[in-house]
């Protein structure tokens, strides 16, 4: 179930960056390496108008992922719950954002809920990986699959397995983010709504599992029978 659950916040994370993409002049929302080389970029060239737009939006990206540092200190909520909300909340933020207006402004709801994101799903079975961006998927897939030719050793297949099925499922979310801008224009966006709702539901449903799983053992350890 965590597989599939990372598996679906893959495709909200392939939609959203997709979106911005789509929207926002290719302005790529998920991840802040182009931001910050702009924000170089437009100091040398006195455009400071731009810089504190950009500087505002790498903030935003550092506050998600130090909130996501912080909120396991003092609250027992898993921050995978917040991590959809945001999601939630930035969809319905941008889609009442105006179409004409500054693109790295209407992109923070995105820049919140994608570091929030990436820090809430970013290590499975003792794999690292991203549910926002592709970079190191790839990465990953490509040395264990070289690493299974070589050797045929079956480690090798499942975590190339795992990261060729990331891929493949923020890819997907990608071709549903741009069919869906092709029908609805800019306000796509809510239909962001369905994937979000789908993990959300995939977390709730992990949580009640898990729970039941640790009272039935207990249970059965009480009455001395074997939990299997």
């Given at each position: 179930m965590?597989?599939?659950?990372?598996?679906?916040?893959?495709?909200?994370?392939?939609?959203?960056?997709?979106?911005?993409?789509?929207?926002?002049?290719?302005?790529?929302?998920?991840?802040?390496?182009?931001?910050m080389?702009?924000?170089?970029?437009n100091?040398v060239g006195?455009n400071?108008?731009?810089?504190?737009?950009?500087?505002?939006?790498?903030?935003?990206y550092?506050s998600?992922?130090?909130?996501?540092?912080?909120?396991?200190?003092?609250?027992?909520?898993?921050?995978r719950y917040i991590?959809?909300?945001v999601?939630?909340?930035a969809?319905?933020?941008?889609?009442?954002?105006?179409e004409?207006?500054?693109?790295?402004?209407?992109?923070?709801p995105?820049?919140?809920?994608a570091?929030?994101?990436?820090?809430?799903?970013?290590?499975?079975s003792?794999?690292?990986c991203?549910?926002?961006?592709?970079?190191?998927?790839?990465?990953?897939?490509?040395?264990?699959?070289?690493?299974?030719?070589?050797?045929?050793?079956?480690?090798?297949?499942?975590?190339a397995?795992?990261?060729?099925?990331?891929?493949?499922?923020?890819?997907?979310?990608v071709?549903f983010?741009?069919?869906?801008?092709?029908e609805?224009?800019?306000?796509?966006?809510?239909?962001?709504?369905?994937?979000?709702?789908?993990?959300?539901?995939?977390?709730?449903?992990?949580?009640?599992?898990?729970?039941?799983?640790?009272?039935h053992?207990?249970?059965?350890?009480?009455?001395?029978?074997k939990?299997?």
């Amino acid at each position: 179930m965590e597989r599939k659950l990372y598996y679906a916040m893959a495709f909200t994370g392939g939609f959203m960056g997709a979106y911005a993409i789509l929207n926002r002049c290719d302005i790529f929302g998920n991840a802040q390496t182009a931001n910050m080389i702009y924000i170089v970029m437009n100091i040398v060239g006195r455009n400071m108008f731009d810089v504190i737009c950009r500087l505002g939006g790498l903030l935003i990206y550092m506050s998600g992922i130090a909130f996501t540092v912080l909120w396991p200190k003092f609250s027992k909520v898993s921050v995978r719950y917040i991590a959809v909300a945001v999601d939630m909340a930035a969809i319905i933020i941008l889609g009442f954002m105006p179409e004409h207006m500054n693109n790295v402004i209407a992109l923070y709801p995105i820049f919140l809920a994608a570091s929030i994101q990436w820090n809430s799903f970013n290590e499975i079975s003792g794999y690292n990986c991203s549910t926002i961006f592709s970079t190191n998927n790839l990465r990953q897939f490509t040395v264990a699959a070289t690493e299974y030719i070589y050797s045929r050793e079956s480690k090798y297949a499942h975590k190339a397995g795992f990261y060729g099925g990331l891929l493949i499922c923020y890819h997907l979310g990608v071709l549903f983010s741009y069919v869906s801008h092709k029908e609805f224009g800019m306000k796509c966006i809510w239909v962001g709504i369905i994937p979000v709702v789908i993990a959300a539901a995939m977390i709730i449903y992990e949580d009640f599992y898990m729970e039941y799983k640790t009272i039935h053992r207990q249970i059965n350890k009480a009455q001395g029978w074997k939990y299997l």
